[in-house]
């Protein structure tokens, strides 16, 4: 689904969208109306812009995840301004691209933000990672640490991959592995820590200082 106020460009990332073999279930240029669509439409993927006519699109973004928690939404925007990245991230968004970005970029963006992985603009996934870090919790200590989930070696081993924000492909190029076998040891993990998606993966990682 695409979600932005100006026709001509929503019309033409849809069509690069079809074009690239993925099916466009719905366009909107507005955010309650995209909202209300997207319950109906029930997309994968929503590709939405920052600034619409009538709320923001972190408030969209807000909408779209209570009506649809398994959504992705990459935010497609103008700005790169940091405040309005870590606000989208805050809210649910799986990745950000400036408009400025190549159609070849964006494109894998989609795919990959379909895939369940974070996807930024150079420079902006830092500008995340040092938002988690300042935002962290102290690690769980006494009663909680102990019944903290135990994670494999090579779970361990993964996630510190995914917390430095690599993707699937490279983790298993770096460990010698499967595409396959990386997603499992992530969903293994995910099930583990009773996290929903990557990003909070990720996040649970930083926390704990996996990335460094």
């Known amino acids: 689904m695409v979600v932005d106020d100006h026709p001509m460009w929503r019309e033409g990332v849809a069509r690069d969208l079809t074009e690239a073999g993925h099916l466009v279930v719905a366009t909107s240029g507005e955010g309650r109306q995209a909202v209300r669509l997207a319950a109906a439409a029930r997309p994968d993927v929503v590709v939405l812009d920052l600034q619409l006519p009538d709320v923001s699109g972190v408030e ?37 691209l400036v408009k400025s970005a190549a159609p070849a970029e964006f494109l894998d963006a989609v795919r990959r933000t379909a895939a369940g992985e974070p996807v930024f603009t150079p420079g902006l996934a830092g500008l995340v990672l040092g938002e988690y870090r300042r935002l962290a919790a102290e690690p769980p200590s006494g009663p909680a640490a102990d019944s903290a989930p135990r994670l494999t070696e090579r779970e361990t ?19 010698g592995l499967s595409h ?10 995910l099930g583990k820590l009773q996290l929903h998606n990557r990003v909070e993966l990720t996040r649970y990682a930083i926390e704990r200082g996996l990335d460094d």
């Open 60 to 96: 969209v973004i807000r909408g779209l995840r209570a009506a649809l928690p398994e959504v992705r939404v990459l935010m497609l925007s103008a700005s790169g301004e940091p405040q309005s990245v870590l606000d989208a991230v805050k809210a649910g968004a799986t990745g950000y």
């Open 157 to 175: 081993e993964v996630l510190r991959l995914v917390a430095k924000g690599l993707s699937y492909k490279q983790i298993a190029e770096r460990l």
């Open 180 to 189: 396959r076998t990386v997603q499992n040891h992530v969903q293994n993990t």
